[in-house]
């Protein structure tokens, strides 16, 4: 059947937003993909029939769950009814089709199967949600009846229940920020935690302050601003648990600045620019590999290099950097201007007049403009560590003031009147001094979210900068609230929980430039991955291959395999969870852990994203991935000597010895010399294929390994702490019985087909890591 027939699984993975669901779906889309793959092959035959009564089987407990939701939770019972509905319709067709002939009814069936199933799964999320956004509700409401008090007693009881209410949502937003699988919302959630979490004690103090000195305005802006606050941190968690949700259409310009709406979602990382210059460059090698630039492509060459050069004046502008800095950006920012300006005039000339000799012209430019733009992103580093490597001493400094504005309401209480008006003098003073560092501290915050290199420091450096700009001044507002009432303890209080939110903030802002300054690190061994080998190490090849990055066709061609590889991935993830307790101690789960983890940056390659920037990154990632797999071979060999013999020792040996051909066979093709770039892609195309049959051997020794350590006594499992594996689904909705109800099956009609294995590879649990797609 042709690859083309088969459901875009992609398409179903791209809707789904957690973890939990992507687990309970992928063991589906496996059996599915193996059930449409193998369907001309074994018509009819009773092994595949035993395979769509599983399928079937499954899906009518998944149903039935499903229908359990909706009995519990009367606001999605409808729309939960009828996804059921259709999910039981469809696993009944698959079942038909398998006792029949017809194998579009299947491909048909399959897609009708995984889009209802995927309905009740993400109806399912929407109850979480709910009760997610439930408790935010409470927590709001118990906000405002807290500003609504006028004494203390109703404050008490107040600040009882919101106490209460509060941790309900942490406990909720905790376990939502895990789930979730986009970097950026989790990063969000997390900002959004540590403000509610970090302005709870603030919003005590400053609403006692508020209750004890009514009259007081600085005492009611340290209050109000912590209000707030919270208020918009809420708003962003309401704004992440709900996007993706069906339905979805929330206004978010109300967010700000703590949330971004969709389209600015869209352009977080072009909002840097770091991101605006590696849009640039992207854009600058498709004009290069079609040949030439459209109207279109010509447009967005330009805005796109007049975004860069709006972000660069962040550079450029800032009191903080320095003269050579400043003048080394603005002069590679006319230089790439100028190379764009000489594509652009080439483009033209190629598309009015077709002259083959603009050609040489053309890469002269493309080449230029790269080049350029390399030299800009390393001169944006470069100013933005130069001012980064001050602010561990700005943030002792700034440290230093807010302890001595702490001691002025102290001071207040023991000078005399007359004094008063110097002591004021005093506080202007170093008010002016805070506000100065602050300025300062958040002009390096705001150049580091420019060269963050991954979403979450982005998103840390945003937040940092806002919380700064926010929370600073409010240090000077709660001390002027002590100078004017140097007696107050509650004053005094407030005062001495402001600073500390001071100091808290000037700690997160030096943890993060202490890590973009590693991550920058202009040493010769620093790699942006780390699970690259260095030079030298792990049995690299000592001549390096020309690194050639894929352009967006040939990204296309591979994209079936790279999604093989990344069920494979998630497959081997979810068999190393089943060891629970070993993860310290057994080097079989590290190795797998390890391997999965770089078998899904190859999956991020073959999109263009991720880690793994250029061919030969791949290729030494392969060659890495082949010698941790021999590692694993050889640990595995030992713990067989451990397992008595039997049926499960003979299948872990068989599984075993195929290990040393695969790890041969990968070595082999990293290793096969190249010249010119249909050569390399090709050989990209063969890596991949040969790292997803090593990874689905690997799979497959895996979980030979739990099946002996479960059912049979091994002293080995005293010394590394191999527990029994409890399957827990997310949401009860389980697909588990799926896989192990349709493995022997899916095994048996491998049998029945290959006469006993011949030269096939048997899949285990009805996986379709092999398959196309």
Known sequence: MAAADLPDFEAYLSKIKTHSIEKTLLPLIKQISSLVSTRGDAAGGAAVQRVGAAVACAVERFVAVGETIADDNPDVRHSMVLACKEARSAGRAIERVCSGTDGAGMV?????????????????????????????????????????????????????????????????????????????????????????????????????????????????????????????????????????????????????????????????????????????????????????????????????LRALVERTH?????????????????????????????????????????????????????????????ELERALIAAARHQARDLASLAEQARKIATDLAHIGNLRRKIASSCGERESERLHNIASQLHEQLDHIIEVCKLLRHIAMSETLQVSAKFAEINLRIYGPQVVTAARTLAAHPGSAAARENLDVFVDMWAWLLADAARLAKELLDLTDERPDKQQYSSLPRPGKHGTTSKPLKAVRLDSDEQAKIAKSGLEMKMMSSEMDAETEKWQGADENNDIVKRAKNMSSMAFAMYQFTKGEGRLNTTQDLFTQAEYFAEEANRLYKIVRQFSYQVPAGTAKKELLEHLDRVPTYVQQLQFTVKEPTVGRAATFSKVDNVIQETKHLMNVISKVVTTCFDCANKVPLPWEKSVGVKRHQSVAPYKLDFTGLSAGGAGASRTARDDEAGGGGGTDAKPGGSSSDTAM
């Not at 508020?210 to 912590?226: K, W």
């Not at 800095?325 to 080439?346: K, N, T």
Request: include cysteine; aromatic fraction near 4%; charged fraction near 25%.
């Open 108 to 304: 048909s069936a399959a897609r009708a199967l995984l889009a209802a199933v995927t309905r009740v799964l993400l109806l399912a999320d929407m109850v979480v949600v709910r009760q997610l956004l439930l408790a935010k509700d409470k927590v709001a409401r118990s906000l405002d009846r807290l500003e609504s008090v006028s004494n203390f007693a109703e404050f008490v009881r107040a600040f009882t229940e919101f106490g209460g209410s509060m941790v309900e949502l942490a406990r909720l937003t905790a376990e939502r920020r895990a789930d979730l699988r986009d970097e950026r919302r989790r990063a969000q959630v997390a900002a959004a935690r540590n403000v509610l979490e970090r302005s709870t004690l603030m919003l005590l103090t400053s609403s006692k302050t508020c209750l004890r000195h009514p009259g007081s305005a600085s005492a009611r802006e340290n209050r109000d601003t912590v209000f707030c606050q919270m208020r918009r941190a809420m708003d962003l968690i309401h704004y992440v648990v709900r996007d993706g949700l069906p339905g979805h259409e929330e206004q978010s310009q109300e967010l700000q600045p703590f949330s971004d709406s969709q389209e600015q979602a869209a352009q977080w990382e072009a909002g840097t620019a770091l991101g605006a210059l590696r849009g640039l460059t992207t854009q600058v090698r498709a004009a290069r590999a079609r040949g030439g630039a459209d109207g279109s492509r010509r447009r967005a060459l330009a805005a796109t």
């Open 314 to 374: 962040d550079f450029t502008d800032s009191a903080y950097t320095s003269h050579e800095h400043r003048q080394r950006i603005l002069a590679l920012a006319e230089r790439i201007a100028y190379e764009l300006e000489r594509l652009v005039s080439v483009a033209v000339s190629l598309e009015e007049q077709g002259v083959s000799g603009t050609l040489a012209a053309l890469e002269s430019a493309c080449a230029g403009a790269t080049t350029a733009a390399g």
